[in-house]
């Protein structure tokens, strides 16, 4: 029986399921999210670690250390970035690209951070809380 979430690279050389998604998920503006997606902002979800599994093509990812020791793993054919691991990585979690799912998530975003690095082309419009730097929950 296969997870209620499943997520893909964009050539489909890696795989991954996810049997709960948590319901924190953020948008993160900070400079090296932008440059690894691409884009404004990246979207993380979050699963417990035992959630989460690789189910094809875990010998494809790649991973990138970062000068803040944050890594962060991408499929080395296509690029797509799939994981982000912060540097006091406790492994009780996995941060995953919300891009990359195939599935439907009924979870929505609830808060953009590292806002003070936000794109001056970008602005920040749906209401949701903003964070300058981490979450305050998330500074423990």
Excluded at 11 to 40: L, W
Excluded at 80 to 92: C, E, T, V
Aim: glycine letters at 8%; a neutral charge; aromatic letters at 10%.
């Amino acid at each position: 029986m296969s997870s209620p979430y499943q997520g893909s690279c964009l050539c489909g050389a890696v795989h991954f399921e996810v049997d709960e998604i948590q319901p924190q998920m953020g948008h993160c503006h900070c400079s090296m999210c932008r440059k690894f997606h691409g884009a404004a902002f990246s979207t993380f979800g979050e699963a417990l670690t035992q959630h989460f599994r690789w189910t094809k093509g875990e010998e494809h990812l790649k991973t990138y250390l970062a000068n803040n020791n944050t890594q962060r793993q991408f499929c080395t054919h296509c690029g797509s970035s799939l994981r982000f691991i912060p540097s006091n990585d406790s492994g009780r979690v996995v941060e995953f690209s919300m891009g990359a799912l195939d599935s439907s998530c009924p979870h929505q975003p609830d808060a953009h951070i590292y806002t003070q690095d936000r794109a001056n082309w970008y602005s920040i419009k749906d209401g949701l809380p903003e964070f300058k730097g981490k979450r305050l929950k998330d500074q423990d």
